[in-house]
């Protein structure tokens, strides 16, 4: 069992910047694909960015995080980070870390088996 813990959302202006956490518990953390995925109120939920497993050297981004966010791993502290600059009022939403045993970074939330429960993210214009 992957329990993972989201954490670093808040509130913050539109042009600032916010680096997620996202801790894991399990022992082989660096064998799990991670990614974050998004839910807007009233929206379905949507993929933000992919990052491989072991030394995360591929990465996959969402269109609207292309330049603005930058996902990262760090295996010896078991954490997953998703660093967004630039951020608007449409990245408001519920930012939830997942985990998945596949090869690849992946954009399907179908692959991913294990989720942490969310940290909001609010931009005000």
């Known amino acids: 069992q992957v329990l993972l813990v989201e954490s670093g959302g808040g509130p913050v202006q539109a042009g600032g910047s916010l680096r997620l956490s996202c801790a894991g518990s399990?022992?082989?953390?660096?064998?799990?694909?991670m990614g974050w995925f998004r839910q807007a109120p009233g929206k379905e939920r949507e993929f933000v960015a992919s990052?491989?497993?072991?030394?995360?050297?591929?990465?996959t981004y969402a269109d609207f995080g292309e330049g603005r966010f930058t996902i990262s791993r760090d295996n010896a502290q078991k954490t997953v980070y998703l660093q967004m600059n630039s951020l608007k009022p449409e990245d408001t939403a519920v930012y939830y870390c997942?985990?998945?045993?596949?090869?690849?970074?992946?954009?399907?939330?179908?692959?991913?088996?294990?989720w942490g429960k969310g940290t909001q993210v609010t931009v005000s214009s």
């Open positions: 990052i491989s497993r072991w030394s995360g050297g591929d990465t």
């Open positions: 997942a985990a998945a045993r596949i090869v690849s970074p992946s954009t399907s939330a179908d692959e991913y088996g294990y």
């Open positions: 399990e022992m082989s953390f660096a064998s799990y694909v």
